[in-house]
T-cell receptor, first 113, second 117 residues
């Protein structure tokens, strides 16, 4: 079945860039996503990328996709304390109308003041 | 409210008991999903509804788990003869379902934390 892997922890100094990495196994993945989970809050979609793209930028967020290596990364520029959260990579085959996602284990991002 | 609402937020039960978890999706969202998140893990898919019908229940771990959505809105996840291994946060998500917008934009509730003693 599909598998999505991430490193569990990342610590970054405030103001630096954070890079969170993810690898996936399903070559038929159509969409790849980054979700954010803060304590006491539901998962929130941050950004997504379609599999025929290799980069997407959205304000402080940059997503890079290497489809050949099945590697996805999320870069957060100028990391702030409010970015502290768990970040989940997810993929789907996007069968029309079924947005069933396979999530990674999540990367806990800690900001060092 | 405007978001996905789940009740109860916390449920403690004894092994062998029956549990119901409720999800109230965003109004107008036709698709509804249940996920289970164990400690230190990412959410795992359980079941997906499109309208009233379960379109994909391949993630339900065994026949002790069942979910319904009789009127195409509120859904209930039912767990019979609970076991300690069922302890997890059960997440509900909804979406508009299907074309015309990005897929994968699921709106999650805060979850129901189930503890089986």
């Amino acid at each position: 079945g599909e598998d999505v892997e991430q490193s569990l922890f990342l610590s970054v100094r405030e103001g630096d860039s954070s890079v969170i990495n993810c690898t996936y196994t399903d070559s038929s993945s159509t969409y790849l996503y980054w979700y954010k989970q803060e304590p006491g809050a539901g998962l929130q979609l941050l950004t997504y990328i379609f599999s025929n793209m290799d980069m997407k930028q959205d304000q402080r967020l940059t997503v890079l996709l290497n489809k050949k290596d099945k590697h996805l990364s999320l870069r957060i520029a100028d990391t702030q304390t409010g970015d502290s959260a768990i970040y989940f990579c997810a993929e789907s085959e996007a069968n029309f109308g079924n947005e069933k996602l396979t999530f990674g284990t999540g990367t806990r991002l800690t900001i060092i003041p | 409210g405007a978001g996905v609402s789940q009740t109860p937020s916390n449920k403690v039960t004894e092994k062998g008991k029956y549990v119901e978890l409720r999800c109230d999706p965003i109004s107008g969202h036709t698709a509804l999903y249940w996920y289970r998140q164990s400690l230190g893990q990412g959410p795992e898919f359980l079941i997906y509804f499109q309208g009233t019908g379960a379109a994909d229940d391949s993630g339900l771990p065994n026949d002790r788990f069942f979910a319904v959505r009789p009127e195409g809105s509120v859904s209930t996840l039912k767990i019979q003869r609970t076991e300690r291994g069922d302890s997890a946060v059960y997440l509900c998500a909804s979406s508009l379902g299907g074309g015309g917008r990005i897929t994968g934009e699921l709106f999650f509730g805060e979850g129901s934390r189930l503890t089986v003693l």
